[in-house]
């Protein structure tokens, strides 16, 4: 594995991570275009840790909200003079702390019990392409979500675990996260806006828990110390013109504008298969 290598891997992490069309299955038909016989775990995690710094400055401002709301509501939980209720309306964010813990918990399930199973997948371009296929489609059928439905701007209980499932099912190769988790919380009511941001923020603890999970130091002479690095650079600056592509995307309802292509490019990995 070479820098140059690695700062394609990187750009192509960094676009398809957080454009609805799925990075690991882009990875895994690249990696088997540039002669990657198999994939590398390590470098994907050094990809993915680019675009968690990504979402960790394009949502600062959220997350700044949630630490001060959090400690607020727990000055405030106690207080017998306001009703639990209310003590919620105040504190939205720190409820959407609540929400992404409870999601994160099928999401890590399906991680533990699956992920074995599906990394075998990696490395096969035939089966991505089917998958990216599913995509598309989930993709496009967010074109018919009438717009008066996704009025909700509370995430709740029964929402937290679907989109958290969406987002464990995603562990496939070719099944895109941001699709299927923005897409889940579309079809469970959300305004676009707040399915946006929790999909991307309920992806924080996913993505952190599969790097410890995975990371191993001594893995890193594999790829070298120079392109692992470079892969984190890389994908984090593409990464932040992704997510902003994205999130005006779903503000605007046009998510289902990447089918088409998901489409084409599971019909071309199928054939280069």
Same mark, same amino acid.
């Given at each position: %594995?070479?820098?140059?290598? #690695?700062?394609? &891997?990187?750009? *192509?992490?960094? &676009?398809?991570?957080? &454009?609805?069309?799925?990075?690991?299955?882009?990875?895994?038909? @690249?990696?088997?275009?540039?002669? &990657? !016989?198999?994939?590398?775990?390590?470098?994907?995690?050094?990809?993915?840790?680019? +675009?968690?710094?990504?979402?960790?400055?394009?949502?600062?401002?959220? *997350?700044?909200?949630?630490?001060?709301?959090?400690?607020?509501?727990?000055?405030?939980?106690?207080?017998?003079?306001?009703?639990?209720?209310?003590?919620?309306?105040?504190?939205?964010?720190?409820?959407?702390?609540?929400?992404?813990?409870?999601? #994160? *918990?099928?999401?890590?399930?399906?991680?533990?019990?699956?992920?074995?199973? @599906?990394?075998? %997948?990696?490395?096969?371009?035939?089966?991505?392409?089917? /998958?990216?296929?599913?995509?598309?489609?989930?993709?496009?059928?967010?074109?018919?979500?009438?717009?008066?439905? #996704? !009025?909700?701007? =509370?995430?709740?209980?029964?929402?937290?675990?679907?989109?958290?499932?969406?987002?464990?099912?995603?562990?496939?190769?070719?099944?895109?996260?941001?699709?299927?988790?923005?897409?889940?919380?579309?079809?469970?009511? $959300?305004?676009?806006?707040?399915?946006?941001?929790?999909?991307?923020?309920?992806?924080?603890?996913?993505?952190?828990?599969? #790097?410890?999970?995975?990371?191993?130091? +001594?893995?890193? +002479?594999?790829?070298?110390?120079?392109?692992?690095?470079?892969?984190?650079?890389?994908?984090?600056?593409?990464?932040?013109?992704? $997510?902003?592509?994205?999130?005006? /995307?779903?503000?605007?309802?046009? $998510?289902? =504008?990447?089918?088409? =292509?998901?489409?084409?490019?599971? *019909?071309?990995?199928?054939?280069?298969?």
């Amino acid at each position: %594995m070479d820098v140059e290598q #690695t700062i394609f &891997l990187g750009i *192509i992490q960094g &676009l398809t991570e957080f &454009l609805p069309v799925s990075s690991s299955g882009h990875l895994v038909i @690249f990696q088997h275009l540039i002669g &990657l !016989k198999n994939p590398e775990l390590l470098l994907d995690i050094s990809l993915h840790v680019g +675009t968690l710094l990504a979402v960790l400055i394009f949502f600062l401002a959220d *997350i700044k909200m949630i630490i001060l709301e959090s400690i607020g509501f727990g000055k405030n939980l106690f207080q017998k003079e306001k009703k639990a209720g209310s003590k919620i309306q105040q504190f939205p964010h720190a409820m959407l702390v609540a929400w992404i813990i409870i999601g #994160t *918990i099928p999401t890590a399930l399906i991680g533990i019990f699956f992920s074995s199973f @599906f990394q075998k %997948m990696f490395g096969s371009p035939f089966f991505v392409g089917f /998958m990216l296929i599913v995509t598309g489609a989930i993709l496009g059928a967010s074109r018919f979500i009438p717009g008066h439905f #996704t !009025k909700k701007s =509370y995430v709740g209980l029964m929402v937290s675990i679907v989109v958290g499932v969406a987002q464990g099912a995603a562990i496939i190769p070719g099944i895109s996260r941001s699709g299927a988790t923005i897409v889940c919380g579309l079809f469970c009511g $959300l305004n676009r806006e707040l399915a946006g941001r929790f999909s991307f923020l309920l992806s924080i603890p996913a993505i952190i828990g599969a #790097t410890i999970f995975k990371f191993d130091m +001594t893995e890193i +002479t594999e790829i070298g110390f120079m392109p692992f690095f470079a892969g984190i650079f890389v994908s984090f600056l593409v990464g932040l013109i992704a $997510l902003k592509i994205t999130m005006n /995307m779903v503000k605007k309802g046009n $998510l289902f =504008y990447f089918a088409p =292509y998901c489409l084409l490019a599971g *019909i071309v990995a199928i054939i280069i298969a």
